[in-house]
C-alpha cells in the first residue's frame, strides 16, 4: 500500500474543518472493514479505527493493528495508554503508516483499561496527559487529539473539564473531542456508561464558547441529521457512534448536507455491489467474508425485505459459499418479503369499505 502517496494525494482534498462530522472508534466493531463499508457511503466524513493499546502496538502484531485500506482517508488512528515515550513511538507508527490523525483515549471507563493506568482515569491527571500530548506533537506531525469525557465517577463541575482541557491545551492540543456524559469508573458498565450518566451538551457548548480558539467536537446521543445541525450551530463538529453503525445509509446524504458535496453512494442497491466486490477482493486473498459482512447488516434498515436479507446473510450455513452466491439468496429472500407484503397490504386494502 502507497500509504505516503495516498495521503498526500488525500491532503488536498479535505474541507477546511475535517473534523466537522465523524465516526466515534468503537471497539470490536470499526475495524478497516467497517471503516471501508463507511466510506462508501461518505467520503469526507472522518473514521477511527478501535482503541489499540501502546502495548499491543509495541509489542505486537504491528501490521494486524494498522493497516488499513487506502480509500479509508481521512482516518484516525485511536491509542490507549499513559506513558509518554510509549504514546511518542506509537504515534510515529502511526504517521509511517499514513494515518492522518493519532487520537489519545481519555474516556474509556471500562475496568481493563483502568487497569492500564489509560483511559478515562486520566481526566484525573491532566499533566500526565499533557506530557504525553506534548510526547507526541514532538515526535509527529500528524494532528494529535484527544478524545474525553465531561468528568468522571461524581464530579460534575464544569471547571473539572476546563482545567483539563486548558492544561492539555497548553501542551499544543488544538482538537477534543468531548462525549457529553461523565464516565463512572465505578458501578457502571461500559456499555451503561454509554447510556446512563446523563447528557450535558451546555458544558460542551461552553469549553467552544471559552475556548474558542480550539476546535471542539461533541460526541454522545447524536441520532437524527437536524440534530447534528443544531449541535454545529454550538461547536465545531459531531461525532456519532452506534447510530452510524446499526444505520448506515443515514451517512449517505451527508457529504452533501454538511459539506456540500455530492456523496459517493448512488443507491443501496449500488453500494451492495460495491461492498460485495469487496468481499470477494477480500475472500481471493484467503479470507472468509462473514467477519466483514457483519458490518453491513444494516444496509436496508426501514426497508420492506430487509428483516429476510439480513437473515439470509447471517445464515451460518452459508458462510462457506462465495458471497456472490450468497448475494443472490438475500436479494431473492427480500423481494419475495416485499411481495408477500404487497400482496398481504393489498388484501388489507380490498376489505377496506369504499369511500
Request: net charge negative; glycine share 6%.
Amino acid at each position: 500500500m502507497d500509504v505516503e502517496h495516498s495521503a498526500v494525494q488525500h491532503a488536498s482534498a479535505q474541507p477546511a474543518n475535517p473534523w466537522r462530522l465523524s465516526v466515534a472508534p468503537m471497539l470490536d466493531w470499526t475495524d478497516r472493514h467497517c471503516r471501508y463499508f463507511h466510506r462508501l457511503l461518505t467520503r469526507h466524513t472522518r473514521l477511527y479505527t478501535e482503541m489499540v493499546t501502546t502495548g499491543a502496538l509495541l509489542h505486537g502484531d504491528q501490521a494486524r493493528h494498522l493497516d488499513f485500506n487506502p480509500e479509508e482517508h481521512p482516518v484516525a488512528l485511536q491509542l490507549g495508554g499513559s506513558e509518554p515515550a510509549d504514546l511518542a513511538a506509537c504515534a510515529r507508527l502511526a504517521q509511517r503508516w499514513g494515518y492522518d490523525e493519532v487520537n489519545l483515549n481519555c474516556g474509556c471507563p471500562s475496568e481493563r483499561v483502568q487497569r492500564g493506568a489509560f483511559g478515562a482515569c486520566l481526566m484525573a491527571e491532566p499533566q500526565l496527559v499533557a506530557d504525553g500530548v506534548k510526547a507526541m506533537r514532538d515526535a509527529v506531525d500528524i494532528d494529535v487529539t484527544v478524545k474525553h469525557r465531561i468528568g468522571i465517577d461524581k464530579i460534575e463541575s464544569y471547571d473539572f473539564v476546563r482545567d483539563f482541557v486548558g492544561r492539555v491545551a497548553e501542551a499544543g492540543c488544538e482538537v477534543f473531542i468531548v462525549h457529553a456524559r461523565n464516565a463512572w469508573l465505578q458501578g457502571l458498565s461500559p456499555k451503561e456508561n454509554r447510556d446512563i450518566p446523563p447528557l450535558r451538551y451546555e458544558l460542551v457548548h461552553r469549553l467552544k464558547r471559552e475556548f474558542p480558539q480550539l476546535t471542539i467536537v461533541i460526541n454522545g446521543g447524536i441520532q437524527t441529521d437536524e440534530q447534528i445541525a443544531e449541535q454545529l450551530q454550538h461547536v465545531d463538529g459531531v461525532m456519532v457512534g452506534r447510530q452510524a453503525y446499526h444505520e448506515p445509509w443515514q451517512m449517505a446524504l451527508w457529504d452533501e448536507r454538511f459539506f456540500g458535496q455530492v456523496g459517493p453512494a448512488v443507491s443501496r442497491e449500488a453500494l451492495e455491489a460495491q461492498w460485495l466486490a469487496y468481499l470477494e477482493r477480500h475472500c481471493a486473498a484467503g479470507h472468509s467474508w462473514p467477519q466483514a459482512m457483519r458490518h453491513a447488516l444494516g444496509l436496508y434498515n426501514g426497508l420492506p425485505g430487509a428483516r429476510r436479507w439480513r437473515q439470509v446473510w447471517s445464515d451460518h450455513q452459508l458462510k462457506t459459499l462465495p458471497p456472490a452466491e450468497v448475494a443472490q439468496q438475500a436479494l431473492a429472500a427480500r423481494l419475495e418479503q416485499v411481495r408477500r407484503q404487497q400482496e398481504t397490504d393489498a388484501r388489507r386494502q380490498a376489505q377496506l369499505p369504499p369511500g
